[in-house]
């Protein structure tokens, strides 16, 4: 009788520790495929990783052009290194949903080339203020001599799947947290 017990106490604990590093296997597997999708240019595999309610929020062709004038641009040089995921929280099932906390961090280099712009010292003063404030003044430094900036990108995305294994994501972002009101549930938001 012990022994059985035994052994549904193990095939327990192993089907469950199975588990918890299948979805963060999993997690980190989608997520990196959207971060190498941006990487290689590939806005429509980067947008397939996005969670398909979020586009209530914003079209997917709206998506692909924010992408594409970000990373696609001739005028920014961006150039992602370094990737991490530092803490995966365990899936709460919500209305038939698994959604998770990803914290991840890259290093990037920025550079842009701020004359093809017009008003381009304007702009360049406003986007040096919003990556300041974005990233945090000790996480960005900013090349002079050969007018770059060097970030480190500490980040937080909701990962969101329907069965546990294929994830979807949204950036944490504060300016669109009022937003996903709309399309999150409020346990998540909360």
């Known amino acids: 009788m012990i022994k059985k017990l035994l052994i549904i106490l193990s095939a327990s604990c192993f089907t469950f520790c199975m588990g918890q590093v299948n979805f ?8 990196e495929t959207m971060l190498t999708a941006i990487k290689s240019k590939n806005m429509d595999k980067a947008t397939a990783q996005i969670y398909p309610k979020y586009f209530k929020l914003i079209s997917k062709d709206q998506m692909k052009q924010i992408l594409n004038m970000t990373y696609n641009n001739p005028a920014i040089h961006t150039n992602i290194q370094d990737f991490k995921i530092l803490n995966i929280t365990k899936p709460k099932n919500i209305q038939n949903e698994f959604f998770s906390f990803v914290d991840y ?3 990037m280099n920025l ?8 008003n381009g010292q304007k702009l360049k003063k406003q986007i040096s203020e919003g990556i300041y404030t974005k990233f945090g003044k000790d996480n960005v430094t900013y090349n002079a001599k050969s007018d770059y900036y060097n970030i480190n990108a500490k980040m937080k995305a909701y990962a969101i799947s329907a069965n546990g294994n ?4 949204i950036i944490v ?3 669109n947290n009022p937003q996903l009101v709309n399309i999150l549930p ?3 938001l909360d």
């Open 24 to 31: 963060k296997n999993n997690i980190k597997r989608d997520l």
């Open 105 to 107: 961090g890259f290093k």
């Open 111 to 118: 550079k842009i080339d701020f004359s093809s712009f017009p």
């Open 166 to 169: 294929d994830w979807k994501f």
């Open 173 to 175: 972002d504060k300016k």
């Open 186 to 188: 409020k346990e998540i």
